[in-house]
């Protein structure tokens, strides 16, 4: 891509009404466009991160048998009010609306219920489980504030998965490989070293529910870490925990972090109030058991953001970056620009995902562009460095450049 | 994909609620799972073919320089209200919801208003245009009725795309532009030879505006075509078209037909109704151009169900289909087992997206299946099939089978 041809532009002021500086980053480099307060839009460059984000975790939940789909965004009142879940009182989230008739229906903030009344027509016996399902859902929840960027939004895209089981037994398998699918995914993030599965509350059939926190100065989350032992716990649940591990308090760093995931296991509760049962082997009908695993993509893309950004702008580890390489062409003179070119053809002939920098611009103009996108990878093509018979490379996370050839980029890249 | 490992089965029976013949077939199959009326889930089978179709419709956007993005179904009221659409008097399909503060805020219908409002920010003289983006949102209709199963739900997918131009010459380059590129998305998706560009009502600056008309039995329309000259016109405006184009209304055919895409020519309504401006090459402020570019994802794709279907089920396209192979394993044995296993996996090889149907189930409920899904080939290993040394082939749309190699299979389906 051209950066002549984007249609953001970059900001050097963020807006005043921004105070995350997830959002402030995005929305300066554009990334993230602000249609209200929580509810952000995505344009070409932030679609490309959080597609590359979804493809990861689509990945990963494919190699355990997740199955996708996509459910909706309207639900009816009927599905939520077995659960007790269509009250406000017990869900503050809802946003809800009328049908022509009057009649009432909201507008998804989770998908437990609805998965289960879809499932009832499909799955008859025990032979039909277990059975894993999983979508990239955008859900709507009416928080009352929203000032954490894409980190908590009003309108957010969402990975759920949820998965049916017969026993609790093969619940728990299941459910302990999904938690090493999920540390695979915060691996290929780039969030691996700081994500801790963790204790926390709200577990429904244990005293703990897990919580993926990565530590993150602007998370909402105090953790009690102990690295060495790979144990995390949240605050909440400190001193339960601790009891429960057998550690001693002391032995635990105190740092703020964000959820980037959390899974749930419901045991045969959503069953049971719903009335949705399986033929057993032996004829009876039997509860299914529940669990539910969510992602938050947009809000893994704040995270990123807010943990890696330095003075001068967002910095996206390489398999999350909308582009690899940003290409700085410097000078408008007819072989600068034709050499700059033919670079451009090359990398993306060996399927390189190129920013091209072909504007009319200064220097410093584009150097600071490179730097608040956060492409991880720079290039310059200048007079200099043809006169050289090298290249001007830099990695953005990095404080020099270095002089090396096509080939030496080639191999960092490829 | 093995069959065994869907979770969807197949349905004798039509829900007896459902009178559209795409949903009915769409639910037996289990592409679909009805929510309630007008809003349907997308199974993992339903996914994989609103994905074909979205890709296809991707690439000939990228093809005239579409950027794609993802604008937000929460809408807050003033961007609505400058152009008076916020009222459900002019437009009356809203969803309408609430904030906690009691602000009402709409649920995305279209986004034409909401484009402009965003372009705005990145937007500041005519160097910056014309510009071109789109979208597959999930767009949310308050229909009063919704008794045409995919084809108009109260959700469905929409590919969005809206241009932003100079000036008006400049605009009916780029919209004839689509309109080529739009005809070859029908023609990919198996609609060409019945698909035309049709002069219907509503230009806002013409007298006419353009629908893409599919000749379609199920259809809301009616049509009048005549093939050899590739001319159509919409019942609504058949005596001022026949008129203008100075044709014998006599010479032409009535046909039943649905609208498969809609474009629009805004002109700078928009612009000088929400008062946003660039400045132009002489320093004058100079309004924007605007024209937007819809084609119903899902509505399509209940196009293409009711066109090819025949008395045994769905008959998808190549392009469409969500596997393009289904093979038929008959019987348990351990060598035949072997044999359709070993095929399986030389398909599979080849990038060939196969559903293989491993069940110990009698032959014909096996190939009832295959019917029903609509899988454009088939192919059968049995106990006959190696003593024959062949295969048995038949195209879905085809009545009878034949005797073929595996190596003939391949290049079919290569």
Same mark, same amino acid.
């Given at each position: 891509?051209?950066?002549?041809?984007?249609f953001?532009?970059?900001?050097?002021q963020?807006?005043?009404?921004?105070t995350?500086?997830?959002?402030?980053? &995005?929305?300066?480099?554009?990334y993230?466009?602000k249609?209200?307060a =929580?509810?952000?839009? !995505?344009?070409?460059?932030?679609?490309r991160?959080?597609?590359?984000?979804?493809?990861?975790?689509?990945?990963? %939940?494919?190699?355990?048998n $997740?199955?996708?789909?996509?459910?909706?965004n309207?639900q009816?009142k009927?599905?939520?009010?077995?659960?007790?879940?269509?009250?406000d009182?017990?869900?503050?989230?809802?946003?809800?609306t009328?049908?022509? /008739?009057?009649?009432?229906? =909201? &507008?998804?903030w989770?998908?437990?219920?609805? *998965? %289960?009344?879809m499932?009832?027509?499909?799955?008859?016996? !025990?032979?039909?489980?277990?059975?894993?399902?999983?979508?990239?859902?955008?859900?709507l929840?009416n928080?009352?504030r929203?000032?954490? $960027?894409?980190?908590?939004?009003?309108e @957010?895209v969402m990975?759920?998965? !949820?998965?049916?089981?017969n026993?609790?037994?093969d619940?728990?398998?299941?459910?302990?490989?999904?938690?090493?699918? !999920?540390?695979?995914?915060?691996d290929? &993030?780039?969030l691996?070293?700081d994500?801790?599965?963790?204790f926390?509350?709200? =577990?429904?059939?244990?005293?703990?529910?897990?919580? @993926?926190?990565? +530590?993150? /100065?602007?998370?909402?989350?105090?953790?009690?870490v102990?690295?060495?032992?790979?144990?995390a716990?949240?605050?909440?649940?400190l001193d339960?925990?601790?009891?429960e591990?057998g550690?001693?308090?002391?032995e &635990?760093?105190?740092?703020?972090s964000a959820?980037v =995931?959390n +899974?749930?296991?419901f045991?045969t509760?959503?069953?049971?109030?719903?009335?949705?049962?399986?033929t057993g082997?032996?004829?009876?009908?039997q509860?299914?058991?529940?669990?539910?695993?969510? +992602?938050g993509i947009?809000r893994?893309?704040?995270?990123?953001?807010?943990? @890696?950004?330095?003075?001068h702008?967002?910095?996206?580890p390489?398999n999350?970056?909308?582009?690899?390489?940003?290409?700085?062409? *410097? $000078?408008?003179?007819?072989?600068?620009?034709?050499?700059?070119?033919?670079?451009?053809?090359t990398l993306?002939d060996?399927? *390189?995902?190129?920013l091209?920098?072909d504007?009319?611009?200064r220097p410093?103009?584009? @150097?600071?562009?490179a730097?608040?996108? $956060? *492409?991880?990878?720079?290039?310059?093509?200048?007079?200099k460095?043809?006169t050289?018979?090298?290249?001007?490379?830099?990695?953005?996370?990095?404080?020099?450049?270095?002089?090396?050839e096509?080939?030496?980029?080639?191999?960092?890249?490829?």
């Open positions: 891509m051209k950066v002549s041809q984007l953001t532009k970059t900001r050097k963020a807006p005043a009404d921004e995350a500086k997830n959002a402030q980053l &995005l929305i300066r480099a554009g993230v466009y249609v209200m =929580g509810v952000y839009a !995505y344009t070409p460059l932030g679609l991160v959080l597609e590359n984000i979804k493809q990861i975790v689509r990945e990963e %939940m494919n190699a355990v $997740g199955q996708e789909l996509i459910m909706t309207l009816p009927e599905t939520w009010e077995t659960t007790t879940r269509w009250s009182d017990v869900v503050d989230v809802w946003f809800k009328k049908l022509k /008739d009057e009649s009432e229906i =909201g &507008l998804a989770s998908h437990e219920e609805a *998965i %289960m009344e499932m009832q027509q499909y799955i008859e016996s !025990y032979k039909d489980l277990p059975t894993s399902v999983y979508q990239f859902q955008t859900k929840r928080e009352l929203a000032k954490s $960027g894409i980190m908590r939004g009003r @957010f990975k759920d998965m !949820y998965s049916l089981h026993t609790a037994e619940l728990d398998e299941y459910y302990e490989k999904v938690k090493q699918a !999920y540390l695979r995914v915060y290929r &993030l780039g691996g070293k994500t801790f599965v963790t926390a509350s709200g =577990g429904a059939f244990t005293k703990f529910s897990h919580e @993926f926190q990565t +530590i993150c /100065d602007a998370g909402e989350d105090i953790l009690y102990h690295r060495e032992k790979n144990i716990v949240n605050e909440e649940v339960d925990a601790v009891k591990l550690i001693d308090k002391s &635990l760093e105190k740092v703020k959820e =995931g +899974i749930f296991n045991g509760e959503k069953s049971e109030q719903m009335n949705i049962y399986v082997q032996d004829g009876s009908q509860p299914i058991y529940l669990a539910s695993y969510g +992602i947009t893994v893309m704040g995270v990123i953001v807010e943990k @890696f950004a330095d003075d702008g967002i910095v996206w390489d999350v970056a909308p582009y690899r390489l940003y290409l700085v062409r *410097i $000078g408008q003179g007819e072989e600068v620009v034709a050499e700059a070119d033919k670079l451009y053809q993306r060996k399927g *390189i995902e190129v091209y920098d504007r009319d611009a410093g103009e584009k @150097f600071a562009d730097d608040l996108l $956060g *492409i991880p990878h720079r290039v310059v093509v200048s007079e460095t043809m050289a018979g090298k290249l001007e490379y830099k990695a953005r996370a990095e404080a020099t450049s270095e002089a090396i096509v080939d030496a980029l080639l191999a960092k890249l490829v």
